[in-house]
């Protein structure tokens, strides 16, 4: 892929499954949420193995272990091996575990999947800042993590141990909507100490290096639903994106990207998978995909035809890419989306 400015969807005369050897799945808002897993995502992922593609699941979320992840997968329904999962929990320790000596003490503000990743790295997890640690390291810890575990890891950042992050992502889906994420609990340190973590997580290069040591991809596709991590950790690492909007990122925020928050693919699920993607061709002043023509105007995006909302969709991201260039566009989609139902 080349870091050039994407300024429309990408087309595939193969299924993406066919194209790539290995999908790099997201887990929350993606293949699962609140527990439970996305409509057509089962189905989707079952073919996509059937047919040769190797399938692995990397998250941000270092609460649960690799051995959980796949656990809860194979019970979704989707056969897991532990060696399938990685998680920024794996990505943080190989971080600290090149910085610290091997046997250090690391202060873990996070749950099980970060005190099992930093043993994996020959590390020893501690609970107090007195227990003299040459690290802290913060990863999400679930709604059950208490204000105190916050308080513990400033006062070890206060006296200058080095601070290290699994993920910053501000929100994580939940069955019952949006939740804050590890990156609102990595600013309340933040602000109390006025330091800055080292970061592993998506979009971060240590997170794409962990995740082709460990899965030896060599045309990856990275599968997504949030422009900021999934996307970005595309555009950092050099490979191609799907983005599927079953998770936080809608209709608006897709048109509204910047460069590097740009998917190679758009599709509404998983069965984006399965299928080659339409081709996006210029038309006059304007986009064409599917039944659709797109062109930017003065103020806002205007769309015209019928056919599929997808299709329309792609469409508008051509017409707003290329207005914008590099940044964000500022041209109003919106009634454009609503006549999409987007």
Same mark, same amino acid.
């Given at each position: +892929? ?39 995502? *089962?189905?989707?992922? /079952? ?5 040769? +593609? ?51 003490r690391v202060l873990v503000i996070g749950g099980e999947g970060l005190r099992v990743a930093l043993r994996e790295r020959g590390l020893e997890p501690v609970e107090s800042a007195d227990d003299d640690p040459a690290a ?15 308080a513990e890891a400033s006062y070890a950042v206060a006296r200058g141990v080095p601070w290290f992050a699994s993920n910053t992502d501000l929100t994580i889906p939940s069955g019952r909507g949006i939740a804050p994420g590890n990156g609102a609990a990595v600013e309340v340190v933040r602000i109390a100490t006025g330091a800055e973590p ?51 990122? /809608?209709?608006?925020? *897709? ?27 210029? /038309? ?23 056919? /599929? ?34």
């Amino acid at each position: +892929m080349s870091r050039s400015v994407r300024t429309r969807p990408e087309g595939s005369g193969q299924a993406l499954s066919e194209a790539y050897d290995t999908a790099l799945l997201d887990l929350d808002g993606v293949v699962y949420a609140g527990g439970n897993a996305i409509v057509h995502a *089962v189905a989707s992922l /079952d073919a996509a193995r059937a047919g040769g +593609m190797r399938l692995a699941y990397v998250t941000n979320n270092a609460l649960r272990t690799p051995d959980a992840v796949a656990g809860h997968l194979t019970e979704l329904g989707i056969p897991t091996a532990a060696g399938d999962v990685i998680t920024s929990a794996q990505a943080v320790a190989r971080l600290i575990a090149e910085q610290v000596p091997a046997g250090s003490r690391v202060l873990v503000i996070g749950g099980e999947g970060l005190r099992v990743a930093l043993r994996e790295r020959g590390l020893e997890p501690v609970e107090s800042a007195d227990d003299d640690p040459a690290a802290v390291v913060q990863g999400f810890g679930g709604p059950d993590l208490t204000w105190g575990r916050f308080a513990e890891a400033s006062y070890a950042v206060a006296r200058g141990v080095p601070w290290f992050a699994s993920n910053t992502d501000l929100t994580i889906p939940s069955g019952r909507g949006i939740a804050p994420g590890n990156g609102a609990a990595v600013e309340v340190v933040r602000i109390a100490t006025g330091a800055e973590p080292q970061v592993a997580g998506k979009p971060l290069p240590p997170m794409h290096r962990e995740t082709i040591l460990r899965t030896g991809a060599e045309r990856p596709l990275v599968v997504g639903d949030r422009l900021d991590t999934d996307i970005e950790g595309a555009f950092n690492g050099e490979v191609d994106s799907l983005l599927v909007l079953t998770g936080v990122t /809608d209709g608006a925020q *897709v048109l509204a990207a910047p460069a590097r928050h740009r998917p190679t693919f758009v599709d509404a699920d998983l069965r984006g998978l399965l299928t080659g993607q339409p081709e996006v061709a210029a /038309d006059g002043a304007g986009f064409r995909c599917g039944g659709w023509t797109a062109t930017a105007g003065a103020e806002r995006l205007e769309l015209a035809g019928e056919g /599929d909302a997808l299709d329309g969709l792609r469409a508008l991201c051509a017409a707003a890419w290329t207005a914008a260039g590099p940044e964000s566009c500022a041209l109003d989609g919106g009634k454009a989306l609503a006549r999409l139902g987007l």
